[in-house]
């Protein structure tokens, strides 16, 4: 009987340390692989932070994650709970042990009924080992789902640095597209100046013996005197004949230029700074837009294509000098014509 009993409460103490050691060391792996997937997780946040469709499908992904994660998580704390009601078992089976052991020593004779009791401790002490491995089982099923997260947080940094790669590809090639369109307009723009310096040479050329017809910049400036009547948006028979020779040289002119280049005329109609109140015209807007119309349309008529042609009025604005007496007032009262890109 004394060989007995030392053989239980030898094996007994064997038992739990190593146990006990198992638990933690399972306890201390779980509790770095959470570490390294806490800190894959924040770094991965930080890659994909601002990018677009791809990269909102990549943080739907790492939310599922999550969800799992916090899943995984209660699970945890599910078996610490089992390990701690496995603690508290085996401290009450120790202490029932060493009652036991104290019964023994003052009831020798009660041998078989201590023994019985021990029996049922050793079948409970199973119970708890059966227990003990379905938690170590647990623990595995989160290990291999750990695992699996971090393939998946693999798979998700490779398609990130596909993405960007993919970006820095789509960069280069809208830098070079770039390169391509400013050289592009700028040889257009370098075409269209001298198509440009050509119809003001011809236009000069043509309209050289009006001196009520002049140049202010890249304009062509008639005073309203040539074209039309005052007040009244009807061209006069001089200004006919002035048009006329203007829709000679913007015909030219259209048969010359690629049509690959976008170009208008634009017509503007200036008025003085004198208000104007009439049954036609309730304002000096009214009577310069009229006015900018009316040399359109007659261009039009004689052949000029409508796309080439853009009519604006700008009422008493943008004077060409300032004051309030007659000089001043005949020189803003005009059409200018100014040739620019569409």
Known sequence: MALARTGRRRGGIDYWPSFVDVLTNVLLVFIFLLSVFVLSQFFLSQEISGRDSVLNRLNSQ????TELLAMERATKRSIEDQLAMLQSSLMASESERERLSGLLAEQAGDAESAGGRIGELASELDAEKRISQRALAQVEIL?????????????????????????????ARIA????RLNVALAQRVQELS?????????????LSQRSDIRVVGDR????????????????????RAELDKLAAAILELEKEIPPEISWVIRVDGHTDSRPINSPRFRSNWELSAARAISVVRYLIDKGVNPQHLVAAGFA??????????????????????????R
């Open 220 to 239: 062509f400036v008639f005073q309203s005197e040539v074209l039309f009547p005052s007040g009244s948006d009807e061209i006069n028979p001089a200004g």
């Open 176 to 179: 070079d597209l770039g390169r």
């Open 62 to 65: 790492i939310a599922e994650l």
């Open 316 to 341: 008493d604005n943008y004077p060409l000098e300032a004051g309030d007496n007659e000089a001043a007032w005949q020189a803003n009262r005009r059409i200018e014509l100014k040739l620019t890109e």
């Open 143 to 171: 290990n291999q789902q750990i695992s699996a997260l971090r393939r998946q947080i693999a798979a998700l940094e490779d398609a990130l640095e596909a993405s960007e790669s993919r970006d820095r590809e789509s960069q």
């Open 194 to 206: 001298r198509y440009r310096s050509d119809f003001f040479g011809r236009l000069r050329e043509i």
